[in-house]
């Protein structure tokens, strides 16, 4: 099986969270077994996506109260993205269908908004049946770990 994610105009991964964050509950959380890269202690994660801070949201650690991560859905921004998910991905996070999927990137910036990058290559993958997630690295990809979000004026 394999998965291959593709942008179609923005469409195909908004409907995972349109209603934004209720109250925590444990179908939020989401268990990284590895950790992200570089956070390896950080395994329990809460996606927060309120309406009113669209596209951005956060991932907050529930391990270490001090990390949280700005993320967007990439597809907002970047139309054309895509990428295959590796077959060990989908095996980790019990994937059996695009439906649960929700696909975000990690943004990063220095100073303003119109600054921030983010990091197409290692795209956030979870799975909302199950509660699981991923950040993965793309491998033959000419995608960069800083894409600018925005472009200069």
């Not at 195909?12 to 989401?30: F, S, V, W």
């Not at 060990?88 to 649960?100: C, D, F, M, P």
């Amino acid at each position: 099986m394999a998965f291959l994610i593709l942008g179609l105009g923005g469409r195909e991964m908004h409907n995972q969270t349109e209603a934004g964050l209720p109250q925590m509950n444990e179908k939020l959380i989401y268990n990284f077994e590895e950790g992200l890269p570089g956070f390896a202690h950080c395994k329990r994660f809460v996606l927060a996506e309120e309406e009113a801070n669209k596209p951005f949201g956060t991932l907050k650690c529930l391990d270490s109260e001090e990390t949280s991560f700005v993320i967007v859905d990439p597809f907002f921004f970047f139309k054309e993205y895509e990428f295959e998910l590796p077959e060990h991905a989908i095996k980790e996070l019990q994937l059996v269908s695009s439906q649960s999927l929700i696909i975000r990137v990690i943004v990063t910036w220095r100073g303003s908004l119109s600054s921030a990058t983010v990091n197409l290559v290692a795209p956030v993958i979870l799975n909302a049946n199950v509660g699981l997630g991923k950040q993965i690295i793309l491998s033959n990809t000419s995608y960069t770990a800083r894409h600018r979000l925005f472009e200069p004026r």
